[in-house]
Nanobody
Framework: QLQASGGGLVQPGGSLRLSCAAS????????MGWFRQAPGKEREFVSF????????FYADSVKGRFTISRDNAKNTVYLQLNNLKPEDTAVYYC?????????????????WGQGTQVTVSS
């Protein structure tokens, strides 16, 4: 089970920190990803972190503004969102994968959280 939280309404330029708590799975064995889905659009890759936390990867649209991290002792992955823009508005989902490499497609992920809404508006 994955439980995402931390979304909300924020003004452009603002920040949010999303969290995703895992239970019922061996968290340390999974790479963790964040995706987002805006109304009328397909779910898109945002960021990925390797099992150990040593490697992180980002979509070009968020590079330099978002930071992914994980705490394996707390079975939690985080996504720090800075300098938010209106186009970042979406439901954000965390997901867990056993796929080797840097999986950026939804099909590569085994478990999904329920999503948390991020709205960037003045």
């Amino acid at each position: 089970q994955l439980q995402a939280s931390g979304g909300g309404l924020v003004q452009p330029g603002g920040s949010l920190r999303l969290s995703c708590a895992a239970s019922g799975l061996n968290f340390r064995m999974y790479g963790m990803g964040w995706f987002r889905q805006a109304p009328g659009k397909e779910r898109e890759f945002v960021s990925f972190i390797r099992r150990s936390g040593a490697g992180t990867f980002y979509a070009d649209s968020v590079k330099g503004r978002f930071t992914i991290s994980r705490d394996n002792a707390k079975n939690t992955v985080y996504l720090q969102l800075n300098n938010l823009k209106p186009e970042d508005t979406a439901v954000y989902y965390c997901a867990a994968t056993l796929t080797v490499g840097v999986p950026t497609t939804t099909e590569a992920y085994n478990h999904w959280g329920q999503g948390t809404q991020v709205t960037v508006s003045s």
